[in-house]
């Protein structure tokens, strides 16, 4: 009974992840897109915990779901109050896009069924991953840490150098 309803929670979380994705991507309202959005966040989140990333899991929540759609929120509402701003959107070179997305999705399965799949003897045993993660970036991966950090502040230096408003 637990394979089964660990199976039935995956497939929830699996067609969540889909049916979010898909509502995102063909909703006409901008508001809707955002919150089918979500759905998939929360659904890519569930699918870490199946594959024993907790880590990943936990920032797709604080991050993406948390962060962003947040921040996205808050700017249709800000630029909904600016005229003649229509909040749609239009769907253009639908055919264009179905015969990339078709070409892409054929290559994948062409890749996928080339590819030497690995069996496992046994399924490891699930464990957390954070300390594995912590101690990689204090320890071994310090310094690259270090790098992206300076990376980061200097992009944003660079942003607000750029939004700045010249005084004369």
Do not use: N
């Not at 779901?65 to 005229?83: C, D, P, Y």
């Amino acid at each position: 009974m637990d394979a089964m309803l660990q199976a039935l929670v995956f497939y929830i979380f699996a067609a969540l992840t889909l049916g979010g994705a898909v509502l995102a991507a063909f909703s006409r309202k901008l508001v809707y897109s955002v919150f089918s959005l979500l759905l998939t966040f929360i659904g890519v989140a569930g699918l870490y915990v199946f594959l024993s990333a907790d880590f990943l899991a936990a920032v797709q929540v604080l991050l993406y779901a948390g962060g962003i759609l947040v921040l996205m929120v808050f700017g249709i509402m800000l630029t909904h109050r600016i005229a003649d701003v229509t909040l749609e959107t239009q769907f253009t070179h639908l055919k264009t896009g179905a015969i990339i997305a078709g070409s892409l999705w054929l290559s994948l399965l062409f890749f996928l069924s080339l590819a030497r799949w690995p069996l496992l003897q046994k399924v490891p045993a699930y464990g957390p991953t954070t300390r594995a993660i912590g101690m990689g970036f204090m320890g071994d991966y310090l310094v690259p840490f270090e790098y992206s950090s300076v990376v980061l502040l200097v992009v944003v230096l660079g942003a607000a150098t750029l939004v700045r408003k010249e005084v004369d």
